[in-house]
């Protein structure tokens, strides 16, 4: 075992603050890493202040995570030391289910994630990114494409993969009309990909400031979602909707903008239920579901395409004595798009 230095909370009303962590020694199939960026995602948020219930103390957050391999097990065959790699939301999963199987390790029952989850090797909760090192099961460490910027490729571990994944979920959205609720981290990747891919994209945001950004960034239209008369304009009208909404809003607004047969799929994770009004999907046959992160052969899919696209989550980089400051920033849906933590600066703490 060795020790780590990284960032954690103590309890759901205590800020991150600098602390050592354990980390294993690498078994055979383990892939060590220097952990250079990580992302800093709405959902580390929500789990610090315990807002969905299920966080374990201490928590150290981070599930974006990009590196430089530093030591492998002698099993490992896909990594070297020197080698750029990145871990997601998950760290391993049973590997024998039908999910696991078939790829989406990310319905395995016996998922484990990259934190506050109960650690199999160590006892405790494994710990996440907000640190200088990991140990990651080689299957569930990702190539990174050498010609991305790492501080913008970290954010693709989660908030690209979330938006990804249901995205491609729709098909061939070429010439569709496809709309994104909220642009922050998620929302943003949801902007980039939806337009790579051909659609048609309508931004939906509360912060008239981004709208500039917005079609910068990809979008053909900016909705100010909190006007009446704007929203009323695209009545029955999309073919898909993403919400990535991290706070409590009115979905069925949302509803009423799906054509027939439409989809509205939520990655953001409000932790109070939402209303729905059974009329807003009767009426049009429309549907409402949800996405979580994506497998891990189609995260690797997401970075090849970043890679060869050029893609990377636009970001601002701050050291980790700044963390705090930036989760009071993501209240204020002040981003753009994503912060993504210097793990150098650690090195002074
Ligand atoms: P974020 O960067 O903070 O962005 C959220 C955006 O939502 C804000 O920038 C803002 O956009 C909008 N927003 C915030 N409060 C709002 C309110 N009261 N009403 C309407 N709009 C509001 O967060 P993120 O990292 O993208 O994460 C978004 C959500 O996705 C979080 O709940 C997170 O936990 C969840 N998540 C889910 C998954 C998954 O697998 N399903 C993965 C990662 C994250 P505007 O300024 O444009 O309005
Ligand atoms: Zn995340």
Redesign the pocket.
């Known amino acids: 075992m060795s020790h780590a230095k990284a960032f954690s909370a103590a309890s759901p009303t205590s800020p991150l603050a600098p602390a050592t962590i354990p980390r294993r020694d690498p078994t055979p199939g383990d892939v060590a890493i220097e952990i250079l960026f990580c992302g800093v995602?709405?959902?580390d948020l929500?789990m610090v202040r315990n807002e969905w219930g299920v966080t374990a103390y201490p928590v150290v957050p981070g599930h974006e995570i990009v590196g430089r391999v530093t030591r492998v097990g002698a099993a490992v065959t896909k990594y070297k030391p020197g080698d750029l790699a990145a871990v997601g939301c998950l760290v391993d999963s049973d590997g024998t289910c039908p999910h696991c199987k078939a790829d989406h390790e990310q319905f395995c029952a016996n998922q484990i994630l990259t934190y506050s989850a109960p650690d199999r090797h160590l006892g405790g909760f494994t710990y996440g990114g907000y640190s200088d090192s990991i140990v990651v099961d080689e299957r569930f460490v990702l190539r990174v494409p050498s010609n991305l910027d790492l501080a913008g490729a970290a954010p693709l571990l989660?908030?690209g993969i979330?938006t990804w994944s249901p995205i491609r979920q729709q098909g061939d959205i070429r010439g569709k009309k496809v709309g994104v609720v909220?642009?922050?981290?998620?929302?943003h990747m949801g902007v980039k990909f939806a337009h790579a891919f051909g659609a048609h994209v309508v931004v939906f945001?509360?912060?008239p400031g981004?709208t500039a950004d917005a079609l910068r960034l990809g979008a053909d239209e900016v909705v100010m979602?909190r006007n009446s008369d704007e929203m009323r304009k695209h009545s029955g009208s999309f073919d898909f909707i993403l919400d990535?909404?991290?706070?409590?809003?009115d979905v069925n607004a949302y509803l009423h903008l799906l054509a027939p047969n439409g989809n509205l799929t939520l990655?953001?994770?409000?932790p109070k239920p939402l209303a729905v009004s059974s009329f807003a999907l009767i009426l049009g046959r429309r549907s409402l579901s949800?996405?979580?992160?994506g497998g891990i052969a189609e995260t690797q899919e997401m970075l090849d395409f970043c890679g060869a696209h050029g893609i990377t989550a636009d970001v601002e980089v701050i050291p980790i004595q700044k963390v705090n400051e930036a989760y009071e920033r993501?209240l204020k849906?002040d981003?753009k798009?994503?912060f993504s933590i210097d793990m150098a600066s650690l090195k002074s703490v």
């Open positions: 995602c709405h959902s929500h989660c908030a979330t909220g642009l922050g981290g998620l929302g945001t509360t912060s981004k979602s990535t909404v991290s706070a409590d809003h990655v953001g994770a409000p949800g996405s979580n992160i993501l849906s981003v798009y994503r």
